[in-house]
C-alpha cells in the first residue's frame, strides 16, 4: 500500500487567484495522477503527472489552466489557475505503486471559489 | 469506448439487511482491473477491492462479497448484514490499460438507516 497526504485539506480562494496543492508519497511509485470531483459528482482524470517531464492532460484540461510538476518519483503538485467559481471541487492525487496494481487516493483538498 | 454504468443512484436500507451495489462496464481489452472504492462523508476515496479479470472466482472480505460475472460485464458489491457506517457513496472503476487511469462509474449513495 501507499500513504498519501495532500496539502492544503481545504481552501476558499478568491475568484481570479491560483492554488498549488501537494501530493506526497510516502514511497516510490510508478504512476501519479490528479482527479477532479465536482460536487454530487463522479471522479473525472485531469492528468498524470509524469515524473520528469510534462503532464499528459485529458481532454477537456489545459495546462495553462492546470500545470503540474512532479520532480521525482514521490511528490507532484497541482496548481489551479485563474481560478472561477465553477473550479469548486475536491482535487484528489492517486498513486498506481506498480502498473495494474492497487491505486491509492490522497485525503483530497477541498477548494471553494468564491 | 470504455464505460462504467452504476445504475443506481441511492439505495436507502434499515440496518441488518443485505444489500446489492451493481456495476456493469464495457471494455475492449481483453486483459482489465475493476476496482470498488468507498467515500464516506469525510471525502476521502477508500479502497475496496481490484479484481482482476482472469480471476472469476467471488471474493469474500467480511460482510463484503464481490461477485465477478466475465459474461455479463458485471461486479456487483454485496454488504452482508448492513452497518450505519457502510453509509457512503461507492464507486466501481474499470482501469484504462492505456494510460493506467481509473473511468469511474457514477456512484451509489447508500443509507443504512438504524
Known amino acids: 500500500s501507499a500513504v498519501i497526504s495532500q496539502k492544503p485539506s481545504r481552501d476558499i480562494c478568491q475568484r481570479g487567484t491560483s492554488l498549488t496543492i501537494q501530493c506526497q508519497v510516502d514511497?516510490?511509485?510508478?504512476?501519479m495522477f490528479w482527479y477532479r470531483q465536482q460536487p454530487g459528482q463522479s471522479l473525472t482524470l485531469i492528468a498524470t503527472?509524469?515524473?520528469?517531464?510534462?503532464?499528459?492532460?485529458e481532454s477537456g484540461f489545459v495546462i495553462d489552466k492546470f500545470p503540474i510538476s512532479r520532480p521525482n518519483l514521490t511528490f507532484s503538485t497541482l496548481t489551479v489557475s485563474n481560478m472561477s467559481p465553477e473550479d469548486s471541487s475536491i482535487y484528489l492525487c492517486?498513486?498506481?505503486?506498480?502498473?495494474?496494481?492497487?491505486?491509492?487516493f490522497g485525503p483530497g483538498t477541498r477548494l471553494t471559489v468564491t | 469506448a470504455q464505460k462504467v454504468t452504476q445504475a443506481q443512484t441511492e439505495i436507502s436500507v434499515v440496518e441488518k439487511e443485505d444489500v446489492t451495489l451493481d456495476c456493469v462496464y464495457e471494455?475492449?481489452?481483453?486483459?482489465?482491473?475493476l476496482f470498488w472504492y468507498k467515500q464516506p462523508p469525510s471525502g476521502e476515496l477508500v479502497f475496496l477491492i481490484r479484481?482482476?479479470?482472469?480471476?472469476?472466482q467471488n471474493e469474500i472480505s467480511g460482510r463484503y462479497s464481490w461477485n465477478f460475472q466475465k459474461s455479463t460485464s458485471s461486479f456487483n458489491f454485496t454488504i452482508t448484514a448492513s452497518q450505519v457506517v457502510d453509509s457512503a457513496v461507492y464507486f466501481c472503476?474499470?482501469?484504462?490499460?492505456?494510460?493506467?487511469?481509473?473511468?469511474f462509474g457514477q456512484g451509489t449513495e447508500l443509507s443504512v438507516k438504524p
Open positions: 479484481r482482476n479479470s482472469f480471476d472469476e
Open positions: 472503476a474499470l482501469r484504462d490499460n492505456q494510460g493506467g487511469k481509473l473511468i
Open positions: 471494455t475492449r481489452d481483453t486483459t482489465y482491473y
Open positions: 503527472a509524469n515524473q520528469g517531464s510534462e503532464a499528459t492532460y
Open positions: 492517486s498513486v498506481e505503486v506498480e502498473a495494474g496494481n492497487e491505486q491509492y
Open positions: 514511497s516510490q511509485v510508478t504512476m
